[in-house]
């Protein structure tokens, strides 16, 4: 005789989903055709349709531990073919959203980072903590800094930023990992069988992916967003591998001042990181903005992760210029503004829009390592 298995929906999580962006849940009627048209949807269990039935249901663990909600990036060929107008592209990025509640360690910090009403206090703790290093180190005097040419290192020197750098986000790496851990054993449960090739084989086939955004180019309706994202990937770890390379430069010229001229490789990578997140961010702000019906209604947290990013892209590349103009009383403000904004990013990175970074990744290394490809990859020879 058959095991029974016996479901027990959860409404509290259903209305969660549609207060956090998928309130077009109920108007789903499981006709398929988003699953039909999608091109990221393998041939077997595609999605987004099995998802729309298990967040109908209130099915919370195994939408959790489903990997295809990764897999889905929201390019909205679904949403927009739609016959009903559920918006499938929407629930499933509130579903993405919920995620990062459900997987929190700390838990509190996930919905934090969820609520509006939060935001001052995530805003404190690197306003604290910043202007506690500053405070410690100047002693409140400022007119020093005010009077002599504009040198970040004497407002706060580098290697009390690196120390937050490198010990806070490696304390936020450790807290990431469990919330991965999580979801990992959640797709390993849930999806069954072994993988067909080894986790490193299927990393490196999902880096490629992930490097060169190759499912974003297979979308029809927004294939425009993947010049937008790309060029935000590529500025945000371009700007990464600047910070890093400026400290090495540093550490080898010490007391040279600018440690980094203008004509330095260096600046030519920073520089044109910075300008490759501002016009990346910019296509966003306006597609989300001027075509949100088939874009996709953006979140809080959206909207939150976008204008944290661009306040860090354009803060960032106008620190040389107030250094240039010799204008402290400009400079100093906005270097702590920028480092305010670099922290709140990545202190909060698992628990905000940035933790994409982590679950798409790992979702798309697990179903490389299962041969969970989209229909259209499988076409290719």
Same mark, same amino acid.
């Given at each position: 005789?058959?095991?029974?298995?016996?479901?027990?929906?959860?409404?509290?999580?259903?209305?969660?989903?549609?207060?956090?962006?998928?309130?077009?849940?109920?108007?789903?009627?499981?006709?398929?055709?988003?699953?039909?048209?999608?091109?990221?949807?393998?041939?077997?269990?595609?999605?987004?349709?099995?998802?729309?039935?298990?967040?109908?249901?209130?099915?919370?663990?195994?939408?959790?531990?489903?990997?295809?909600?990764?897999?889905?990036?929201?390019?909205?060929?679904?949403?927009?073919?739609?016959?009903?107008?559920?918006?499938?592209?929407?629930?499933?990025?509130?579903?993405?959203?919920?995620?990062?509640?459900?997987?929190?360690?700390?838990?509190?910090?996930?919905?934090?980072?969820?609520?509006?009403?939060?935001?001052?206090?995530?805003?404190?703790?690197?306003?604290?903590?910043?202007?506690?290093?500053?405070?410690?180190?100047?002693?409140?005097?400022?007119?020093?800094?005010?009077?002599?040419?504009?040198?970040?290192?004497?407002?706060?020197?580098? *290697? $009390?930023?690196?120390? =937050? &750098? @490198?010990?806070?986000? !490696?304390? +936020?790496? /450790?807290?990431?990992?469990?919330?991965?851990?999580?979801?990992?054993?959640?797709?390993?449960?849930?999806?069954?069988?072994?993988?067909?090739?080894?986790?490193?084989?299927?990393?490196?086939?999902?880096?490629?992916?992930?490097?060169?955004?190759?499912?974003?180019?297979?979308?029809?309706?927004?294939?425009?967003?993947?010049?937008?994202?790309?060029?935000?990937?590529?500025?945000?770890?371009?700007?990464?591998?600047?910070?890093?390379?400026?400290?090495?430069?540093?550490?080898?010229?010490?007391?040279?001042?600018?440690?980094?001229?203008?004509?330095?490789?260096?600046?030519?990578?920073?520089?044109?990181?910075?300008?490759?997140?501002?016009?990346?961010?910019?296509?966003?702000?306006?597609?989300?903005?001027?075509?949100?019906?088939?874009?996709?209604?953006? *979140? $809080?947290?959206?909207? =939150? &992760? @976008?204008?944290?990013? !661009?306040? +860090?892209? /354009?803060?960032?590349?106008?620190?040389?210029?107030?250094?240039?103009?010799?204008?402290?009383?400009?400079?100093?403000?906005?270097?702590?503004?920028?480092?305010?904004?670099?922290?709140?990013?990545?202190?909060?990175?698992?628990?905000?829009?940035?933790?994409?970074?982590?679950?798409?990744?790992?979702?798309?290394?697990?179903?490389?390592?299962?041969?969970?490809?989209?229909?259209?990859?499988?076409?290719?020879?």
């Amino acid at each position: 005789m058959p095991e029974i298995e016996v479901l027990k929906p959860d409404r509290v999580f259903i209305q969660q989903v549609k207060a956090i962006g998928g309130d077009t849940l109920s108007q789903c009627y499981q006709c398929a055709a988003c699953a039909s048209v999608c091109k990221l949807a393998p041939v077997d269990r595609p999605f987004p349709r099995k998802e729309m039935i298990l967040a109908q249901w209130g099915l919370k663990e195994r939408l959790m531990a489903d990997p295809d909600l990764w897999l889905c990036h929201q390019c909205n060929d679904c949403s927009v073919r739609c016959p009903r107008g559920a918006k499938p592209g929407e629930v499933l990025a509130a579903l993405r959203s919920y995620a990062f509640r459900h997987f929190a360690f700390p838990g509190f910090m996930g919905r934090a980072l969820s609520s509006p009403a939060s935001l001052p206090l995530l805003l404190l703790l690197p306003i604290l903590v910043i202007g506690g290093l500053l405070w410690f180190y100047t002693g409140g005097q400022f007119s020093p800094l005010i009077n002599e040419p504009v040198d970040y290192g004497k407002f706060i020197p580098h *290697g $009390y930023i690196e120390m =937050l &750098f @490198i010990g806070g986000n !490696l304390l +936020i790496f /450790l807290f990431a990992v469990v919330g991965l851990l999580r979801f990992w054993r959640g797709m390993n449960k849930s999806w069954g069988g072994g993988a067909s090739i080894g986790f490193v084989a299927a990393a490196l086939s999902a880096g490629r992916e992930i490097l060169m955004h190759d499912r974003f180019g297979r979308c029809d309706t927004n294939a425009f967003r993947r010049i937008a994202h790309l060029l935000i990937f590529l500025g945000f770890f371009g700007s990464m591998a600047t910070a890093g390379l400026a400290l090495i430069a540093m550490l080898m010229a010490p007391g040279q001042y600018p440690p980094i001229p203008l004509t330095h490789p260096i600046k030519w990578l920073g520089n044109a990181s910075g300008l490759a997140m501002i016009i990346g961010l910019a296509l966003v702000i306006w597609q989300r903005s001027a075509h949100s019906d088939t874009s996709g209604k953006a *979140g $809080y947290s959206h909207w =939150l &992760f @976008i204008w944290t990013t !661009l306040c +860090i892209a /354009l803060s960032g590349m106008s620190l040389q210029v107030w250094r240039l103009m010799d204008l402290p009383q400009i400079a100093y403000p906005v270097y702590f503004f920028h480092l305010l904004a670099v922290f709140f990013l990545l202190w909060y990175a698992p628990y905000s829009q940035l933790g994409h970074m982590f679950y798409r990744t790992l979702a798309m290394v697990f179903a490389a390592g299962v041969g969970r490809k989209p229909r259209e990859f499988e076409k290719s020879p």
